[in-house]
């Protein structure tokens, strides 16, 4: 057998303020593993059940905060347990909202409650610390344990006590690593796809039917078709350039013979022998 002890203060007006955390823990294993009604009991309220093989008794105090060690005492003797049988449930200041802790033995770090535990037993027994944060000044310290969770706060706690419920057997067993890791995948679950990456966003459709090259290969630049500069026959005139062949159609006429090969042009006509006086009568015949 093993008492589990949740810490909080009794009444509706503390039921959801941030000490209360404690007994909101028990009540979710309480609820989710189908233990026995709560009834009174050594100055509090307990509920019994199993957890695999193990009997565990859920103890809620209900001295208030700081006289808990009295109704805790009650029942170790009642039961014949030692503090190796004892673990207990409370806010932790020192650890960020939805952060969990085990902790064996050590000091109450000014939590009321651990503090009347240690009066009463000493301090060689387990904690479940269940982080609530630190309002940033120690003075604020008793306003912000005293105050409801915020709306903010009810995703995280409602995965912190799930998860502690789903560990609830595996602690029970003293498989500390495995109650661990059920609350850790409630409150950090891993993500899903694999660690793959995601698939690239599609490119706009420009309305293209040509198809981009891929793998980092450039695309081949598109030729440049120039027309073929004019040629020259010798004399003033120009020879328009020979059109390119179209499918389907005549062949082209072929450029005037040159003579000679290579980059010569046509031959020349013969030089005019004719006097200047010859030419000016030739002119007015």
Avoid: C
């Avoid at 208030?64 to 409370?90: C, E, I, P």
């Amino acid at each position: 057998m093993k008492l589990w002890v949740g810490l909080g203060n009794p009444g509706a007006k503390y039921a959801q303020n941030r000490h209360n955390i404690g007994f909101m823990a028990v009540d979710r294993i309480a609820a989710d593993h189908g233990f026995a009604p709560w009834r009174a009991k050594f100055q509090g309220v307990i509920a019994e059940g199993r957890l695999g093989a193990e009997k565990i008794v859920l103890l809620k105090p209900e001295t208030y905060m700081n006289l808990s060690g009295q109704s805790v005492r009650a029942a170790l003797d009642f039961h014949k347990l030692t503090l190796a049988d004892l673990t207990v449930f409370h806010d932790e200041l020192d650890l960020a909202p939805g952060r969990m802790r085990l902790k064996q033995g050590g000091g109450h770090a000014g939590h009321n409650g651990l503090r009347s535990i240690h009066g009463h037993l000493g301090d060689a027994y387990a904690r479940v610390r269940l982080g609530i944060g630190h309002p940033g000044h120690k003075d604020a310290v008793a306003a912000y344990v005293l105050h409801d969770f915020g709306k903010a706060d009810e995703g995280w706690l409602d995965d912190l006590l799930r998860g502690i419920s789903d560990g609830a057997v595996a602690l029970a067993a003293g498989d500390q690593a495995g109650f661990q890791n059920a609350v850790a995948l409630r409150v950090a679950p891993p993500r899903s796809g694999g660690g793959e990456r995601a698939a690239l966003a599609r490119a706009p459709d420009t309305g293209s039917t040509t198809q981009q090259p891929r793998g980092g290969d450039r695309a081949a630049p598109e030729r440049e078709t120039r027309s073929a500069p004019p040629q020259s026959d010798g004399r003033d005139r120009v020879v328009p350039a020979q059109a390119p062949e179209r499918d389907g159609g005549s062949a082209p006429r072929s450029a005037p013979q040159q003579s000679g090969g290579g980059d010569r042009t046509a031959t020349a006509p013969e030089p005019d022998k004719r006097s200047a006086l010859q030419r000016l009568a030739d002119r007015f015949r």
